[in-house]
């Protein structure tokens, strides 16, 4: 049987849904079937946490800092705290039931802040040292800069090297990780790029985008998806 796959929607103002095809086309590539979820009524996650085989938290807008302690930087872009508190609801859910996770951008900093962990709101004006360029000026399936693997960890075990070229599409990115998730890729400026879970079968949050390189060609991020699916069979 081919796993169900719920992939988070992005939310506007209107409460428009939007997702990229790439999304729905990794998975299927992989072997799943993506099932478009909307930012739903607040309650309702425990029960498409039952139903659901894996979630990828999928990218999008910014996040509303006030979820972990902080006041609107004046460099924040739009947010929909209604998406932000359901997929916060979700993650509990889905990590209470050792349910795979795959978080990609934004998700991988909705995954940290689900579970009380915190982040730069604008890594330009808030990281004090010079960092690269995180929002490339090139195709979504170009591979814009490199990230350091942690040589001991399932991201390394699935890439098969420790060193590898990624997109980039952000300018918020994780801060403070806290436990059950550890550190396991940066950039080359000391950004995080990459965290997991060592108490989950399959917890994973990347910092790029690995699902236009997938459907692309892209072999490391290939493999992701294929273990990302594998594990929720």
Known sequence: MKPLIGIT???????????????????????????ILPAGV?????????????????GGGDIDPTLFGDEPHQKLGSISPGRDHYEIELIQHMLKLDKP??????GIQ??????????????YSQ???????????????HLSHYVQVEKNS?????????????????HQAVRKVVQPFEVVARSSDGVIEAIESKLHKFVVGVQWHPEPLAVHGDPIS????????????
């Open 9 to 35: 929607a992005n939310v506007d103002f209107d409460w428009k849904h939007t997702l990229g095809n790439d999304y729905l086309q990794a998975v299927i590539q992989a072997g799943g079937i993506p099932i």
């Open 42 to 58: 607040i309650g309702d996650a425990a029960h498409l946490a039952k139903k659901l085989d894996g979630l990828v938290l999928s």
């Open 101 to 106: 996770i795959l978080a990609i951008c934004r």
């Open 110 to 123: 909705i995954l940290n802040i689900a579970v009380e962990g915190d982040m730069y709101q604008d890594i």
């Open 127 to 141: 990281i004090d040292s010079p960092v690269i360029q995180h929002t490339q000026n090139a195709v979504r399936y």
């Open 154 to 170: 399932l991201l390394a075990e699935i890439a098969g090297q420790v060193q590898f070229k990624v997109n980039s599409f952000h």
């Open 222 to 233: 290939q493999r992701i998806f294929q273990r990302f699916i594998q594990s929720s069979i």
